[in-house]
């Protein structure tokens, strides 16, 4: 059975004090891995698309790489304004597209 | 480019009403996608559509039914809504064949008393 998890649940960063957020998958053939961001109240906003390992993108301070098993989102000195939750989700070869999600991990920066 | 708009924001039905939820976007896209959301659940797929008059069940249909009569819109219906439909719902869709990344709208908030 195609899974997602995430790790940690929730994670409180004081500004400035940088971390990784863990995403392990098991999937009948990688199509993409894709991380989201959401804020309370709102819709998923697309963040990054992953195809192989090995892969890295980059965008402002966050950082996402996968490996054969799992992904990492890294945050590099993150500010207040990265509080959000950070979801996961993989794409398996051969579906319709569909996406299979973690339950993402909530992330608070304080100042 | 308004992306994928949702229709209504927030909806309270009674048990046994009737509603249908409406999702449009303005991208071309060939894909849509209607998932809910549950606390502790993450997100999980309803029902989807590759194409203008298609459709087909994701991971928890049951208790739904949807159309695509038209390649932009995407209506999720339910015909007796139950306490376990209180739920968020968000709508998505995607270029299949290019880069598969799925765009959400804001969703719907829907409570069943």
């Known amino acids: 059975e195609d899974q997602v998890t995430q790790s940690p649940e929730a994670l409180r960063l004081q500004e400035g004090e940088s971390s990784s957020l863990n995403c392990s998958y098991t999937?009948?053939?990688?199509?993409?891995l894709f991380w989201y961001r959401q804020d309370p109240g709102k819709g998923p906003e697309f963040l990054f698309t992953?195809?192989?390992a090995g892969e890295e993108k980059e965008k402002e301070r966050l950082k996402a790489t996968l490996t054969k098993k799992e992904s990492f989102l890294h945050i590099t000195a993150p500010k207040p304004e990265d509080s959000a939750t950070y979801l996961c989700?993989?794409?398996?070869?051969?579906?319709?597209?569909?996406?299979?999600f973690g339950k993402g991990t909530k992330l608070s920066v304080k100042p | 480019n308004a992306g994928v708009t949702q229709t209504p924001k927030f909806r309270v039905l009674k048990t046994g009403q009737s509603m249908t939820l409406l999702c449009a976007q303005d991208?071309?896209?060939?894909?849509m996608y209607w998932y809910r959301q549950d606390p502790g659940m993450g997100l999980r797929l309803i029902h989807y559509?590759?194409?203008?008059?298609?459709?087909a069940k994701g991971e928890v249909p049951d208790g739904y039914n949807v159309s695509r009569l038209k390649k932009q819109n995407f209506l999720l219906g339910l015909e007796s809504a139950a306490p376990s439909q209180t739920s968020v719902y968000f709508c998505?869709?995607?270029?299949?064949?290019?880069?598969?990344?799925?765009?959400f709208g804001p969703g719907t908030r829907l409570t069943v008393l």
């Open positions: 998505a869709s995607s270029d299949r064949g290019r880069t598969d990344t799925q765009y």
């Open positions: 991208m071309n896209h060939e894909y």
């Open positions: 992953l195809y192989s």
């Open positions: 989700a993989v794409q398996a070869q051969g579906s319709q597209g569909n996406l299979i």
């Open positions: 999937v009948s053939g990688l199509r993409g």
């Open positions: 559509s590759v194409g203008e008059g298609t459709t």
